[in-house]
């Protein structure tokens, strides 16, 4: 599965390439794919961990509210963002996520929107790192560093504690101790 994930991510590239978007590649659920993807074939699970929480937290409710919003999408990133969560499922079905596996995925994200800050076009925002979601001009400016930065490392959290939670109880039933 992660040699599927990366030559989608190099067919991704390829494509936002042909349109001069070359630099969207930096966006956190990218790059989180290819952590996965590469976690995936070298057998990393810190790699895995935070590619699968990063996508199960953020990036696949944020792709859907894309979706809701406004639509814009393509074959790629749809495949990307269906099949990286199913892949991390796949690969973490039966074991609960690392402890730190929440913090490592937020400190992913807080450095891709500096990164992004300093090396990529205003215009673009990749990771919200000029102003907030234009899917959500509700929340103003403020958003942008207080909920991305800040509120995205409490929902990490939690989410793994669900899952850690899921997953053990799964594991309890299926070897028979309720």
């Not at 030559?7 to 952590?35: D, P, R």
């Not at 000029?130 to 991305?148: C, D, I, M, Q, R």
Request: hydrophobic letters at 60%; glycine letters at 6%; charged letters at 10%.
């Amino acid at each position: 599965m992660g040699v599927v994930l990366l030559v989608l991510l190099i067919c991704h590239a390829l494509l936002k390439a042909q349109v001069g978007m070359l630099a969207e590649m930096l966006w956190t659920s990218h790059v989180t794919s290819g952590l996965l993807a590469v976690g995936l074939i070298f057998d990393l699970p810190v790699l895995m961990a935070i590619g699968f929480l990063f996508h199960l937290a953020v990036a696949t409710p944020a792709y859907i509210l894309l979706l809701l919003g406004h639509g814009d999408t393509n074959w790629t990133s749809f495949l990307l963002h269906g099949l990286t969560p199913l892949a991390g499922w796949i690969a973490w079905r039966k074991l609960p996520l690392p402890t730190p596996t929440w913090w490592q995925a937020w400190l992913v994200c807080f450095l891709l929107v500096i990164l992004c800050r300093v090396f990529t076009l205003e215009q673009l925002n990749i990771n919200l790192a000029f102003k907030s979601w234009e899917s959500a001009p509700f929340l103003g400016n403020w958003f942008n560093y207080t909920a991305v930065l800040l509120l995205i490392l409490p929902q990490m959290a939690v989410v793994q504690w669900l899952f850690n939670r899921f997953t053990l109880s799964a594991g309890r039933e299926r070897m028979g101790l309720h």
